[in-house]
């Protein structure tokens, strides 16, 4: 009997006696890891204020009222106020698999003339880049409240705000 041979012989006896581990294995690699990163979103929560506040997005207010999306990938607060204007919603997201933060857009519901819109403001957090939307506003479809309009530059927005007596200046402090 060669070398070879026996060497095959081995192998095949080991794949036949523990076939159910080596097929599950992959799984409980991928349950375990995600089972510890599961909770790495919440970091992202209110204890991450300070890092907000630093960029230049708006912190998380405790009396929104937090609306679950997918708990791996990503989370809202809706400002549930009926006044317009006012602060509206704010969306983070994460990398569904390294629970990462991603993206996070703060919303407002403004007026301009008699119309309300929303001006949606994004971070990117691998970019390190802002962006500026504005979006009209309607009811909720598909988890979304407008239509996007157009893109604004900052300056826009500080305008848009301001005129609706939501101080950006404060807000926009920090942000290049």
Request: aromatic fraction near 16%; glycine fraction near 2%.
């Amino acid at each position: 009997m060669n070398l070879d041979h026996c060497l095959e012989n081995k192998t095949m006896k080991y794949l036949k006696k523990n076939w159910l581990i080596i097929l599950l294995l992959p799984f409980v690699i991928y349950i375990t890891v995600n089972m510890i990163t599961k909770n790495n979103i919440e970091k992202y929560y209110y204890s991450f204020n300070e890092e907000r506040i630093k960029i230049g997005l708006k912190p998380i207010d405790s009396s929104w009222s937090e609306t679950l999306g997918h708990p791996n990938e990503f989370h809202s607060w809706v400002n549930k106020e009926n006044k317009i204007p006012r602060y509206f919603v704010k969306y983070i997201i994460c990398d569904n698999w390294m629970h990462k933060i991603t993206k996070e857009y703060d919303s407002y519901l403004v007026k301009i003339d008699t119309t309300t819109y929303i001006i949606s403001i994004l971070y990117d957090f691998k970019k390190k880049k802002f962006s500026y939307a504005l979006e009209e506003y309607s009811k909720p479809q598909k988890g979304r409240f407008g239509k996007f309009i157009k893109e604004l530059n900052k300056e826009e927005v500080k305008d848009i705000l301001e005129k609706n007596g939501i101080p950006a200046s404060a807000y926009f402090q920090s942000v290049p």
